[in-house]
């Protein structure tokens, strides 16, 4: 069974970090791009960040040099690492793997920030 389990949220002052964690489970995590995105009330689910199977990085504007995603094939996990956050970046975030046709998603995990 494929799992993606999202873990790290919570609540955070403006200008605080978290780090947000993505275990993978069920399938071959290494071949698999990463991503995580946020979906705030309201509003339409937003593409954060990818990483690669190459561990090649990509980042929406809006979190460039703020938010840095990694991965740890042995561990099965991907991390990001979110810093000066702020409370536009209140949202649930939900991990993604990805391999052509194949496309899985986490349940999530809640990231609030106040100001």
């Known amino acids: 069974e494929v799992q993606l389990v999202e873990s790290g949220g919570g609540l955070v002052q403006a200008g605080g970090s978290l780090r947000l964690s993505c275990a993978a489970s069920?399938?071959?995590?290494?071949?698999?791009?990463i991503g995580w995105f946020r979906q705030a009330p309201g509003k339409e689910r937003e593409w954060v960040a990818t990483?690669?199977?190459?561990?090649?990085?990509h980042y929406a504007d809006s979190v460039l040099g703020r938010f840095v995603i990694s991965r740890d094939n042995a561990k099965n996990t991907v991390y990001l690492q979110m810093k000066d956050l702020l409370p536009a970046d209140t949202a649930v975030y939900l991990c993604?793997?990805?391999?052509?046709?194949?496309?899985?998603w986490g349940q999530g995990t809640q990231v609030t920030v106040s100001s």
């Open positions: 993604n793997a990805r391999l052509g046709p194949r496309n899985y």
């Open positions: 069920g399938f071959t995590f290494d071949e698999y791009s």
């Open positions: 990483i690669t199977r190459i561990s090649s990085t």
